[in-house]
């Protein structure tokens, strides 16, 4: 990447963690730079520019303010162990990207660039990020339709920019189990749409039912599918996990994409991590009502939510409408607990059998 001088931006809140523990509300305190690339028809991806970060310049026009033509991405990275910085799957995230774009017509950009981003903004803001466990570095690259045109078309100039902030979790620091609530007159996705890939316009829509659950005293929305408003999908923006049994015999079950839920990288994380554990796990459908049933049964023990903001966030008591039951005492269950905690442990480069899910950024040491 080259590096380009810009003016500091006016009135935009930047880290500046003080020493000690600190906490920072989720998406408020960004750090000091960003990188930028454009690509263009006739020329193709030109080399990334980190810079200072700072307002960009867009035309009135362009084509992705107008019909959305816009995906992003969500990452973080790390303090390890030894001091160092590193990302957590970013390969599996440049994937990702790539798929959304193609998705929307755009351009997918190099794996071997979006890393060098990624390695080039994590290595000039590292020392932004304290010691402390409870935080973490948060990427957001997004790429955006820059031509300046309103011919029904995909756009022939796009523009790519990766910034960062700090952030606890996006909850809370803890594992406080959260409520949440059924939406039933609303849908996040449905079969062929986008609902499988991260654009912009999934989430904008989303706003409304979040409110309604706010109103209904509950932390999220719980999305069913949109055919027959019956199945589990996702929560807010999350996957979303079920145990059934305990013990030994406890079995982790999530439902199936099927087109309409995000290949989520902590989801698949997840499913790696259960492995390791020795829990058994699956795809499995599930009805309001089967959950209703399975939680005043006993069978369906702790339920939670994951995604990278996110982390692992226990599901205490469900609302749907009228009606109200907890998952299991209403408290975060071990199985959960001790996803968190292995989750934890590999983000946090603590882990050598998931090393491979760590890129240390070069630079990013911090004596001890």
């Known amino acids: 990447m080259t590096t380009e001088s810009a003016v500091e931006p006016a009135g935009s809140p930047t880290a500046r963690p003080a020493p000690g523990p600190a906490r920072f509300a989720f998406g408020e305190t960004f750090t000091d730079h960003m990188v930028t690339a454009a690509w263009a028809a006739d020329r193709g991806w030109e080399q990334g520019a980190l810079e200072k970060r700072g307002p960009l310049a867009m035309d009135p026009a362009m084509v992705g303010l107008h019909y959305g033509q816009v995906v992003f991405e969500g990452l973080k990275a790390y303090r390890q162990a030894d001091g ?10 440049a994937l990702r990207f790539q798929r959304s774009a193609r998705r929307l017509a755009m351009p997918e950009m190099p794996v071997a660039t979006f890393l060098r981003a990624v390695d080039d903004l994590v290595a000039a803001d590292a020392d932004l990020l304290p010691d402390d466990p409870a935080l973490s570095l948060y990427l957001r690259p997004v790429l955006y339709a820059s031509e300046p045109v309103l011919a ?86 999350m996957n979303i996990f079920f145990v059934r049994g305990t013990g030994p015999a406890a079995r982790l079950v999530t439902p199936p994409r099927g087109g309409t839920i995000l290949p989520g990288v ?103």
């Open 266 to 368: 902590t989801r698949d994380s997840v499913f790696g991590l259960a492995e390791r554990h020795g829990l058994h796990t699956g795809e499995e459908r599930l009805s309001v009502d089967a959950w209703r049933e399975a939680c005043r049964s006993g069978d369906l023990t702790e339920a939670f939510a994951c995604g990278t903001a996110a982390g692992i966030t226990p599901i205490g008591t469900v609302h749907d409408g009228d009606d109200r039951w907890s998952v299991g005492t209403g408290e975060p269950g071990p199985v959960t607990l001790a996803l968190r905690t292995a989750l934890t442990a590999a983000q946090q480069g603590r882990s050598p059998h998931f090393a491979p899910w760590i890129r240390r950024v070069a630079g990013t040491a911090r004596a001890h």
């Open 152 to 237: 029904l078309r995909p756009a022939r100039e796009y523009r790519f920019v990766l910034i960062a902030f700090l952030t606890g979790g996006f909850f809370a620091d803890r594992p406080d189990p959260v409520s949440v609530w059924i939406s039933r007159d609303r849908s996040r996705a449905a079969p062929g749409g986008t609902g499988d890939v991260k654009c912009a316009g999934n989430y904008a829509p989303g706003y409304l039912a979040q409110q309604q659950a706010a109103l209904a005293g509950c932390h999220q929305v719980i999305w069913l599918d949109a055919a027959e408003r019956r199945w589990v999908e996702e929560m807010g923006g």
């Open 84 to 93: 160092s910085v590193g990302v957590f799957r970013p390969v599996d995230h």
